[in-house]
């Protein structure tokens, strides 16, 4: 649908133009309607998925990419644009973002200005990061993998692996030339990730103008979208148990 709104908007734009010129006298794209935009149901992760993110076996890299979007919550494009100055006294700052477009990796400004934030991380991670920078002397903390292509490469290798960890019966991956994300049994992407680490949050009790912070938000509604579908789905659990407690007649 967005693809198929722009070509309208520039085909009315071509015939209004063409039209203030007197080359035609009607706009035969004026009466078709926008198609309207479904975006994708937030994702949050179940328990069982969680541990395989964590405990999934990969190379170090994959690793710490996906250790950091897990306990962080940021973006694709901003995981690709962390520098070895990036991380400062127990912190990821994030002042950057990566962009492909046309074949072409740019890195650019932050869309809002409440996308500049400062993550504090656990000292593992940290150390993590740490021991990562010790093996490579790129600027960028993942630069092999900043094109899009290449980083979609590498997250077929982390959901491979968290696969295997989740689904005792799947078979591990041998031929990867032509294989798309829909061959997994698994739909994750690191959007997901982005979501699940505000659900830590609200799990935890942190105050929403924090999350808002912590997410980049730029409107606090953004967050309150989030927080109100987690407290349904809280909602459906409370009820769930409230059925579970008077199961038998006369209980309690």
């Known amino acids: ?49 969680r541990d395989a993110v964590l405990n999934a076996k990969l190379p170090q890299m994959e690793r710490l990419m996906i250790d950091i979007l897990y306990h962080t919550g940021i ?3 901003e995981l690709l644009a962390l520098t070895r100055k990036s991380i400062k006294n127990g912190s990821i700052q994030i002042t950057e973002q990566s962009q492909s477009r046309n074949g072409k990796t740019t890195i650019t400004k932050l869309k809002t200005q409440n996308a500049y934030r400062k993550i504090p991380i656990p000292e593992f991670l940290e150390q993590e990061i740490r021991d990562y920078l ?13 094109s899009r292509n290449a980083f979609y490469n590498h997250w077929n290798k982390i959901l491979d692996a968290i696969c295997a960890e ?14 798309t994300k829909d061959y997994f049994p698994l739909d994750l992407n690191p959007h997901d990730l982005r979501h699940n680490f505000c659900s830590l949050l609200y799990e935890k009790g942190v105050d929403i103008k924090v999350t808002q912070y912590l997410m980049g938000h730029s409107s606090i509604n953004t967050t309150l979208a989030i927080y109100t579908h987690l407290a349904a789905g ?17 209980a309690i």
Request: aromatic content about 12%; proline content about 5%.
């Open 134 to 146: 010790k093996t490579c002397d790129y600027v960028y903390m993942f630069q092999p993998i900043r």
């Open 166 to 179: 989740l689904f005792p019966k799947y078979k591990r991956v041998t031929k990867w030339r032509g294989l």
């Open 234 to 250: 809280r909602m459906e659990d409370a009820l769930s148990s409230v059925r579970e407690i008077f199961k038998e007649r006369g």
């Open 75 to 77: 973006r694709k494009g």
């Open 1 to 49: 649908p967005t693809t198929r709104n722009k070509m309208l908007s520039i085909t009315r734009m071509i015939y209004n133009m063409a039209i203030d010129d007197g080359l035609c006298q009607y706009n035969p794209a004026f009466n078709i309607e926008p198609l309207k935009t479904r975006h994708k149901d937030r994702r949050f992760l179940s328990q069982s998925e």
